[in-house]
C-alpha cells in the first residue's frame, strides 16, 4: 500500500470507504470525445448571436473613429464674419493674405488655424488719465459742477493734468476710437497681445495727448483760440494728439488705427475755476469797449470827413512819420495833397482817388473860408475910411477930431454899461477918481460867457443835425465854381 504525501495516516486508510460516502443523482452526463447532434446543435446559436454581436460592436466602433476623423477634418472649416478679418495658420506660419467675411478652411488643429480679428470700433474712455482724482459718482459731473472739489495742491501719482506751452495745468476728459485694421491684421497678431490691447492704446494717447498741450497756451488750449501774439496758423490739440499717437502705434507696429479722438471736457484746475472766469469777464469787457470805441471813432470820423475820413488819415500818419524822419520834402509833398483834399479838389493816392471830403470837416471849412472873406472886406472897408478920415484930417484936422469925439460920446452914453455920477456943483473944482464897480463887472463877464457858450451850443446842435440827415455842405470854393 502506498502512502499519501504529506499524510499520516497508514496506507490502508488512503482509500474511501464506499459504506461512508454518500451519492447524489448525476444531473449532467459527460462522453468524452462526444461530438453527437445534441451538443453541436446547442453550441451553434450561441457562437452565432455572439458573432453578430461582435460584428455590430465593430461596425459602430469603425463609423464612430470615420466620424472623428471626419469631424476632425472638418475642424479646420470655420465662419468669418462681417466684421471679422480671418487668417490662416498652417504649421505655425501665418499666410500674408487675409480671408474675406465667409467660410475658410485651414488644416486642423493643431496642424493649422483660422486666427479671427474682430475689425469694428472699439471705444476708449480716458476719464482719469489727465482728471483730478475724483471719486465714481462725481466722475462723469460737468466741470462747472465741480469747483467745490478743487484743491490748490495736485499729487501727480493721482491727479491727471495737463501742461500747457506757457507751464500752465489744465484738466480734460478724452474718448478715442480705434480698430484693428484689416489690412494689418498680420501686424496685430505677430505684435500685440489682446490683453494689453488697451493698455498700448491709452499710453499712445496720453503721449500724443502731452505732445499737443505742450505747443500751445494755457488760453488756446481752453479756448481754442490763437493768442494775438501768436505766430503762424494754430495747432488744433485733438487733431495734433491724434496724428502723433497713430505715428507711435505705426512705428510699433500695431496694425491699430485711430479713427477719432475726441476731448470731451476742458477746465483749468477746479479751485481757479471762478478766477479765470473773472479773467474772461474782464477781457470780454474790454474787447466791449475797444468794440464801442472803434465804433464811436468809425462813426466820428465819418461824421467830419465822411468816406474821405480814412485816406485823410493815412496822410496824416504818413505826413507825421516823414516828419520823425526829418524827410522835408516827402512831408511837404504829403502836405500838398493833404490841403489839396482839404480844399475840394481830387487827390490821387495808390492809384486811387480820394472822394469828396463832407460833414463837419466840409462845414468848418465853409465856416473858415466865410470868415476869411469876411475879415478881409471888413479889412478893406476900414482901410477905405482910414484913407478918407486922414485925407479929412489933412485938410482940417478940428473937424476931424470934432466928430470923432461927438461919434465916440454918442457911443458911450447908447450903451448899457455907462457909468451914472451925480454931482452937484457948488462952485469948486473937483477931482474924480473912476474904477468899474467889481460886481457889476463880474455880471457883464458872465453874460459875455453865456452868450458865448450858448452860440456855440448852438452851432454844434446844428452841425450834428446836418451830419445825421446827411445834408453835407460843399466847400464854398465848389459853390463858386
Not at 180 to 198: G, Q, T
Not at 382 to 396: T, V
Request: charged share 25%.
Amino acid at each position: 500500500m502506498s502512502q499519501i504525501p504529506g499524510s499520516n495516516l497508514p496506507p490502508e486508510s488512503a482509500g474511501a470507504n464506499p459504506a461512508m460516502v454518500r451519492r447524489r443523482p448525476a444531473s449532467v452526463q459527460l462522453r468524452a470525445g462526444g461530438t453527437g447532434p445534441d451538443v453541436q446543435s446547442l453550441m451553434d446559436p450561441a457562437n452565432q448571436s455572439l458573432a453578430d454581436a461582435l460584428k455590430i460592436t465593430y461596425r459602430i466602433i469603425q463609423l464612430a473613429m470615420l466620424g472623428l476623423v471626419v469631424a476632425y477634418a472638418a475642424s479646420g472649416f470655420q465662419s468669418v464674419k462681417l466684421t471679422e478679418t480671418g487668417v490662416r495658420i498652417n504649421l505655425g506660419r501665418a499666410e500674408s493674405e487675409t480671408l474675406p467675411a465667409g467660410f475658410a478652411m485651414s488644416l486642423p488643429t493643431p496642424m493649422g488655424e483660422v486666427v479671427k480679428i474682430d475689425t469694428s470700433a472699439v471705444s476708449l474712455d480716458m476719464e482719469r488719465s489727465f482728471f483730478q482724482a475724483l471719486s465714481e459718482e462725481n466722475l462723469r459731473k460737468p466741470p462747472s459742477e465741480l469747483e467745490n472739489f478743487g484743491k490748490m495742491r495736485l499729487d501727480p501719482l493721482a491727479d491727471g493734468q495737463n501742461l500747457t506751452g506757457d507751464l500752465g495745468i489744465a484738466h480734460s476728459r478724452w474718448r478715442v476710437q480705434y480698430q484693428r485694421a484689416s489690412n494689418k491684421v498680420l501686424e496685430y497678431i505677430r505684435n500685440v497681445n489682446p490683453e494689453d490691447e488697451e493698455k498700448i492704446v491709452n499710453r499712445a494717447v496720453m503721449r500724443g495727448v502731452v505732445f499737443a498741450s505742450s505747443a500751445v497756451s494755457i488760453d488756446e488750449f481752453l479756448k481754442a483760440q490763437p493768442d494775438p501774439d501768436r505766430k503762424g496758423p494754430l495747432p488744433l490739440v485733438e487733431l495734433a494728439a491724434k496724428e502723433h499717437a497713430q505715428q507711435l502705434l505705426d512705428e510699433m507696429k500695431t496694425g491699430i488705427v485711430i479713427t477719432n479722438l475726441d476731448m470731451e471736457a476742458r477746465t483749468p484746475p477746479l479751485a481757479l475755476r471762478r478766477d479765470f472766469a473773472q479773467v474772461d469777464a474782464s477781457k470780454q469787457d474790454a474787447r466791449r469797449e475797444a468794440e464801442a470805441a472803434e465804433q464811436e471813432r468809425s462813426t466820428r470820423l465819418s461824421t467830419t470827413a465822411g468816406d474821405a475820413a480814412p485816406m485823410l488819415l493815412s496822410l496824416i500818419s504818413t505826413y507825421d512819420a516823414q516828419l520823425a524822419k526829418e524827410d522835408t520834402s516827402g512831408a511837404d509833398a504829403t502836405l500838398k495833397l493833404i490841403n489839396d483834399m482839404l480844399d475840394g479838389r481830387p487827390v490821387t493816392v495808390d492809384g486811387q482817388v480820394s472822394p469828396r471830403i463832407k460833414g463837419l470837416a466840409a462845414t468848418t471849412i465853409s465856416d473858415a473860408e466865410q470868415y476869411r472873406s469876411a475879415i478881409v472886406s471888413k479889412a478893406a472897408t476900414d482901410a477905405q475910411l482910414y484913407g478918407a478920415k486922414l485925407a479929412i484930417y489933412r485938410g482940417n484936422p478940428r473937424l476931424l477930431v470934432s466928430g470923432e469925439w461927438q461919434t465916440a460920446f454918442s457911443s458911450m452914453m447908447a450903451g448899457n454899461n455907462r457909468p451914472a455920477i451925480w454931482w452937484a456943483p457948488v462952485g469948486q473944482p473937483i477931482d474924480l477918481w473912476l474904477n468899474t464897480d467889481p460886481e457889476l463887472a463880474k455880471q457883464r463877464e458872465m453874460a459875455a460867457l453865456q452868450d458865448r457858450t450858448r452860440k456855440i451850443n448852438e452851432r454844434e446842435a446844428k452841425d450834428m443835425s446836418k451830419a445825421r440827415n446827411n445834408e453835407f455842405l460843399t466847400p464854398t470854393r465848389e459853390m463858386k465854381e
